[in-house]
């Protein structure tokens, strides 16, 4: 099965909801078995079982008017009624929890980006560490990533834990640089140094302020919490692990 795949495809399981209730919800429970480990497809499993309540609220529309040609207008509604809360209503429950589980997951994959790219992490202990992700969450979810190219230029290695990012050299920069470098001037390498010295400063002052908690919105529970930037906090509500980069 691709990675980014489902073990059974969403269309056969509404397939089986329409034609024969039981054979939808057994493929529904099987695919939900299959991708109990697989982070980046349970979303759209929560999904899948909001359609399916929608089916099935469809044909028991269907069934009720069918039969109640005998029966008042009122009380056709009333049962529409009732049976438009009892699969309506989880229908949006599940649609709620895919699309906190989406958000969750672009999170931690945006996480992800920031320690591979922005501080060249290669360690997948480490990242497991920083994230608050089992070590086979996070290769799972970083070879989905490198299937997929979101991911440029990474490899992942599962024998040493370790994940390589080969960065593109740019010809047209070098050439810029050589040409740059040939009209430099006295007035450019003053310019340069004053520049420079700025550059120190503001370095400076980040790194002090560094040590000051910020605002940081839990990805679990939705909570407002403060933390220091570089440093590791557990969400005293739900538990998430909470990192702010530095």
């Excluded at 060249?120 to 994230?131: C, N």
């Excluded at 490899?155 to 834990?161: A, F, G, H, S, V």
């Excluded at 470098?181 to 503001?202: K, L």
């Excluded at 002090?208 to 220091?228: F, L």
């Amino acid at each position: 099965m691709p990675i980014d795949k489902p073990k059974i495809h969403g269309g056969w399981i509404i397939l089986g909801m329409i034609l024969f209730f039981p054979v939808g919800a057994v493929l529904l429970l099987i695919r939900f078995v299959a991708h109990y480990k697989v982070n980046h497809l349970r979303a759209d499993d929560y999904k899948l079982v909001g359609h399916s309540f929608l089916v099935l609220l469809g044909l028991v529309w269907v069934i009720v008017a069918a039969a109640s040609s005998e029966s008042t207008p009122d009380d056709t509604n009333a049962v529409f009624i009732v049976l438009g809360v009892f699969f309506g209503v989880p229908a949006i429950i599940f649609y709620i929890i895919a699309y906190r589980r989406r958000m969750k997951m672009q999170a931690l994959y945006n996480l992800y980006d920031t320690l591979i790219y922005e501080k060249e992490m290669e360690s997948i202990d480490q990242i497991s560490r920083l994230t608050g992700q089992s070590v086979n969450n996070v290769m799972q979810d970083l070879e989905y990533l490198i299937d997929t190219e979101v991911f440029t230029g990474a490899t992942l290695d599962k024998e040493t834990r370790e994940i390589f990012v080969e960065y593109e050299e740019d010809d047209s920069d070098e050439e810029y640089v050589e040409e740059d470098e040939e009209e430099i001037d006295e007035e450019y390498v003053e310019e340069n140094e004053e520049e420079d010295n700025y550059t120190e400063a503001v370095n400076q002052t980040a790194a002090t302020s560094a040590a000051v908690p910020m605002p940081i919105t839990c990805s679990g529970c939705g909570a407002s919490s403060r933390v220091i930037p570089g440093k590791h906090t557990d969400c005293e509500f739900c538990g998430n692990v909470l990192y702010l980069p530095v």
